[in-house]
């Protein structure tokens, strides 16, 4: 029997665990470089951050932290650059798109949340039509918190009809996974994303771990 044989929906973070937004993540922090005489940076010292966002572009690119009295303005500024070229290099994981259909084939209805801000996450799921089917797309903007507090994932939740203790949260940061058992879900590790600064992810106590999307299906009702 599946681990979840119960999970009437899944939900999912989106950077990191269904696209792979590094390269036009990366490429908005080191254009500020650039655009400033400094040398390009490899786009592999960008990628693990990348689920950070802003913060952990700029933390790469210019060792800023949040802190930092400049913060605030260069921040804009690299949301500038992204959104000129957040779908030039962004993907779907190989494996996304089979998981995807195979869990509207089976009758699972999922969803995404994410910190991304509605900025971004609106015109990005639009642009790709892996999205059309998603049961709700919350963002980091949507409540009045972000994860790893849990009222983003009880909002997909509230928007498919579905109670939270039925969903599983699939994420590839630390934070995720805190959402999600906040959240009252069972939680799932993807450990082929970004993973942040923790790449332990056995001290996340996620309730599975998978190394690649289509792994997932195994744990699912239907396998």
Avoid at 74 to 102: H, I, K, P
Avoid at 146 to 160: F, G, S, T, V
Avoid at 172 to 177: E, F, N, T
Wanted: proline share 7%.
């Amino acid at each position: 029997m599946p681990m979840f044989s119960d999970v009437q929906a899944v939900l999912f973070d989106l950077d990191g665990t269904l696209i792979d937004s590094a390269p036009d993540l990366g490429a908005a922090a080191d254009k500020m470089r650039v655009d400033r005489g400094l040398p390009s940076l490899p786009a592999e010292l960008y990628r693990p951050m990348a689920g950070a966002g802003a913060r952990g572009m700029l933390q790469i690119a210019f060792g800023m932290s949040p802190q930092d009295t400049e913060f605030a303005a260069m921040r804009e500024e690299f949301f500038v650059n992204y959104e000129r070229c957040m779908t030039e290099r962004t993907y779907a994981f190989e494996g996304v798109q089979a998981l995807l259909q195979t869990l509207e084939q089976r009758g699972l209805p999922w969803g995404v949340v994410t910190n991304k801000s509605e900025r971004f996450t609106l015109p990005l799921t639009r642009s790709m039509p892996l999205f059309a089917g998603a049961g709700a797309v919350v963002s980091g903007d949507t409540t009045p918190h972000a994860k790893p507090h849990p009222a983003p994932l009880l909002e997909a939740a509230r928007r498919m009809g579905i109670d939270p203790q039925s969903c599983i949260y699939v994420g590839d940061d630390a934070r995720d996974i805190e959402a999600g058992r906040a959240a009252g879900m069972r939680t799932v590790a993807a450990v082929y994303g970004y993973l942040g600064t923790q790449h332990d992810t056995t001290a996340w106590n996620a309730d599975a771990e998978i190394n690649s999307p289509a792994a997932l299906l195994q744990l699912l009702p239907g396998a």
